[in-house]
């Protein structure tokens, strides 16, 4: 009987001690539940309670954790990943940190696996958010710290515990792109990733992002898709005068004037208010003009030659149309007056120095070429010199202007403004 009486005893034990570790998981999920509430309050006293409710959470969950009963319970891994996401989030210093949170994504990582029910879903991603959080917070610091491999590390797993979280998508996309400086095989790929990812979405600033994205991909030399993403922008926020910058750039240097002329002018229908698409409708012709002028200069017969040549004329002209219609939406245009003076000051110099090149005795044919050069410099004057007027120190403006007084032999102004070319130099 005694054998018997000791037997039970013994059983009543085991029981009891079960019972009790059971009884520190019920615990270590009170004493969390309260710590949300009383964090969330942000009144200091409530804090300091949130803060010993987390620290008695925790000393519950380490018995359950070391207790052969309930130490591989699904329910005990992801309350210990709720407990220690949290505890690493309250910790500020990285060294302390982040062991806690090694742990709690261990312990997240074996609930998932383990509880194949969804019993402790609620818990899990309570985990999930914290460790995200965490994330967010030291890569913040790693950025700032311009440490960008890191930030992107850490952004990228705040990115994927919130998918569809924009700011996750972007904070990602700009560690990446900074971190390219160093690495640009590994990272301006990852960075274009994420920017495909947030054009997708309803991110607020995505103009601002097609226009980033192309960026990178001219930094990588991809112009095919460069110019892709910039004219997808460009369908999506025709109003982005940035984007349809880029696009006419990138287009000019990739030959593709005639294709952007065609997106210019459909714009301008749309929009004939618009002074900056003038602008870049005469840009485009300039271009045209100049990549006409440099081909009729290297022609292999005359009649060639002067085809091309009267092609740049044709050109300046529509150039100069253009921008005359920008500056007379807004008379202090600066690019505008800028480059309207050089489309016009342009086949002036040309015929001065096709004058210069005839022959001794071809003084009639001198005379008269001399004189349309100098009509058509006098034509550019005005635009030459309210350049210089609304930027005295742009390089280019001042160029145009002793241009013309080279062209009209005015040898004391043209050295005047070389000076002033000089000291800006």
């Given at each position: ?172 996309s700009l560690a990446a792109a900074n971190a390219g400086a160093k ?121 060639s030659g002067n085809t091309l040549h009267q092609t740049a004329l ?112």
């Open positions: 009987m005694k054998i018997k009486l000791l037997t039970a005893g013994f059983l009543s034990l085991i029981s009891v001690a079960a019972f009790a570790q059971k009884g520190e998981l019920s615990n270590a999920q009170e004493e969390y539940k309260n710590y949300e509430v009383s964090n969330a309050s942000k009144i200091p006293a409530l804090v300091t309670k949130a803060n010993t409710n987390l620290d008695n959470a925790k000393a519950s969950i380490d018995k359950a954790s070391t207790n052969a009963k309930t130490a591989e319970l699904p329910q005990t891994y992801a309350l210990k990943g709720a407990i220690y996401s949290a505890l690493a989030f309250r910790d500020t210093i990285p060294a302390t940190s982040a062991p806690l949170f090694a742990t709690a994504d261990e312990a997240t990582k074996k609930a998932k696996e383990l509880d194949t029910k969804g019993e402790n879903k609620d818990w899990i991603e309570k985990a999930n958010r914290n460790m995200a959080n965490y994330k967010l917070t030291l890569g913040v610091k790693q950025y700032q710290n311009k440490d960008y491999e890191k930030a992107y590390t850490s952004f990228e797993y705040w990115r994927q515990a919130a998918p569809e979280d924009t700011n996750a998508i972007y904070y990602t690495d640009p095989a590994k990272y301006y790929p990852l960075a274009i990733e994420n920017y495909k990812r947030l054009v997708n979405t309803k991110y607020s600033n995505n103009a601002r992002i097609y226009l980033d994205m192309s960026t990178l991909y001219l930094i990588s030399k991809d112009t095919v898709n460069a110019l892709k993403s910039v004219a997808e922008g460009v369908t999506k926020y025709p109003a982005s005068n940035d984007l349809r910058k880029r696009e006419i750039e990138i287009a000019l240097q990739s030959g593709k004037q005639a294709d952007v002329l065609t997106k210019i002018q459909s714009a301008i229908t749309n929009d004939p208010k618009n002074k900056t698409l003038y602008y870049y409708e005469g840009l485009t012709y300039s271009q045209i003009a100049d990549e006409a002028d440099a081909a009729s200069a290297k022609a292999k017969d005359a009649a044709d050109n300046y002209t529509k150039a100069s149309d253009a921008y005359k219609k920008g500056i007379e939406i807004d008379p202090n245009y600066f690019e505008a007056n800028l480059n309207l003076g050089y489309a016009l000051v342009r086949p002036a110099i040309d015929m001065y120095n096709a004058a210069n090149k005839l022959p001794a005795n071809k003084q009639k044919e001198y005379d008269a070429a001399m004189a349309k050069a100098a009509a058509q410099f006098e034509v550019a004057k005005p635009y030459l010199l309210k350049a210089v007027e609304l930027n005295p120190k742009s390089v280019d403006a001042l160029t145009n202007l002793m241009s013309y007084y080279r062209g009209t032999k005015n040898n004391a102004e043209a050295a005047k403004i070389k000076q002033q070319i000089d000291a800006l130099k």
